[in-house]
């Protein structure tokens, strides 16, 4: 980095060589302020992943919440998923506060029942112009209706760009999918499905969200969080994935594909099945990919101090949809619940410590700490705009 370090600033100090950087001051953790500037700055102008495409059928529309913002997901009769801000346009009343099929393929409001379609157009203002005047000459519905957030589906997951001027989500992936190039490509991962059964699971951690990511980032708490693991699949089988501009993570070199299910990914070589990565793409999209199943976590912040994990398993064809494997899917997502839960105590553990005002940000180990530096160092990047300005 060219710019000069402000040794004085805590948020520049993550920009030092690893052997004398600190990590994020603790402000950045536990005041309301910062996830604020968070959602600005860190999640709007990105790509921030807030669901599954599989909790929207067709003819739905899904409210959910990102931030405190009140967000709506749709998927129309022909399959295409929109997301929009969750508010009407009259009076600003929250649109839709329960996910439900919308059978006359309007979304109406309870207030004064202005109704929009799946397109967002404003197609009902019933008595806008007085009783029985459903228009009005001074009115224009075509500027009125919802505001569409542009939004992309990959892998089942439903990313957002609040800012709406983000790179395109193709350009976005590029680097992962480049990196994963020697395993899969974009058309055999449409082989991959969300399971049908046994494929979710929500946690909710008492911790901000950039804990949760950094815990995911390293593989170095293994031995002494994940002694079951760690037993098949140790730490010294375990390596780091370059750190891409957007990207991070840790991969294994010993997967061992669970018994019950032997299909892999038409593109994974024969003699590769062992490989399976754990990257994050920032800020909250955390997978898993393995030559016969493939995980997504998102991390969606719900305060400066609670976040929800959402998990969602995809499968190989059948192994995703048939009763016939539907204990292979139980088994699955309860061995990574297993994992993902021994991870909650030291994720709520490193809150918890973030109130000491003996703790200024920490230290890193120079070898096994440098993915959690490069994501500080991402996401101080993105906040300096608005310190530089305090
Ligand atoms: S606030 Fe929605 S119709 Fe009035
Ligand atoms: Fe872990």
Not at 107 to 112: A, G, L, P
Not at 146 to 161: T, V
Not at 278 to 297: C, E, I, K, R, S
């Amino acid at each position: 980095m060219n710019k000069k370090i402000d040794l004085e600033s805590p948020l520049q100090r993550v920009h030092l060589p690893i052997e004398s950087a600190n990590g994020l001051p603790n402000e950045c953790y536990t005041e309301r302020s910062a996830f604020d500037r968070d959602r600005e700055l860190v999640f709007a102008p990105g790509w921030t992943c807030i669901g599954f495409g599989s909790d929207v059928p067709a003819d739905w529309a899904v409210p959910v919440e990102l931030m405190g913002l009140p967000l709506l997901i749709t998927r129309d009769k022909n399959e295409t998923v929109r997301v929009f801000h969750n508010v009407c346009s009259h009076r600003g009343m929250q649109l839709v506060t329960e996910a439900g099929r919308l059978g006359t393929g309007l979304i109406r409001c309870k207030y004064h029942s202005w109704a929009y379609d799946f397109e967002g157009n404003l197609r009902g203002t019933p008595m806008i112009g007085g009783v029985d005047q459903n228009e009005h000459k001074d009115f224009d519905p075509a500027v009125n209706g919802l505001r569409e957030i542009p939004s992309a589906l990959w892998m089942d997951n439903i990313f957002i760009n609040l800012s709406s001027d983000a790179q395109p989500f193709d350009e976005f992936l590029a680097p992962l999918m480049q990196r994963w190039s020697k395993w899969v490509t974009p058309e055999s991962l449409l082989e991959l499905q969300p399971a049908t059964t046994h494929g979710k699971m929500e946690l909710s951690v008492n911790s901000n969200w950039k804990l949760a990511i950094e815990n995911f980032l390293e593989a170095y708490h293994l031995p002494w969080v994940h002694p079951t693991l760690n037993s098949y699949s140790p730490l010294s089988e375990h390596y780091d994935i370059e750190r891409g501009e957007n990207f991070a993570g840790q991969g294994s070199s010993n997967y061992q594909s669970p018994a019950g299910a032997n299909s892999t990914l038409s593109t994974w070589p024969a003699e590769q099945t062992r490989f399976a990565e754990y990257p994050v793409l920032y800020p909250n999209a955390l997978f898993g990919l393995q030559a016969d199943h493939f995980f997504t976590m998102t991390i969606l912040p719900i305060s400066e101090t609670q976040s929800v994990e959402r998990v969602q398993l995809m499968f190989l064809g059948e192994v995703a949809t048939d009763d016939k494997y539907s204990e292979h899917r139980k088994s699955v997502l309860e061995n990574w619940r297993e994992v993902f839960l021994e991870d909650v105590f030291a994720v709520e553990g490193m809150q918890q410590g973030r109130r000491s005002p003996a703790y200024q940000g920490g230290v890193f180990s120079p070898v096994m700490d440098q993915h959690t530096l490069h994501f500080h160092r991402w996401v101080a990047k993105r906040l300096e705009p608005a310190s530089d300005s305090e």
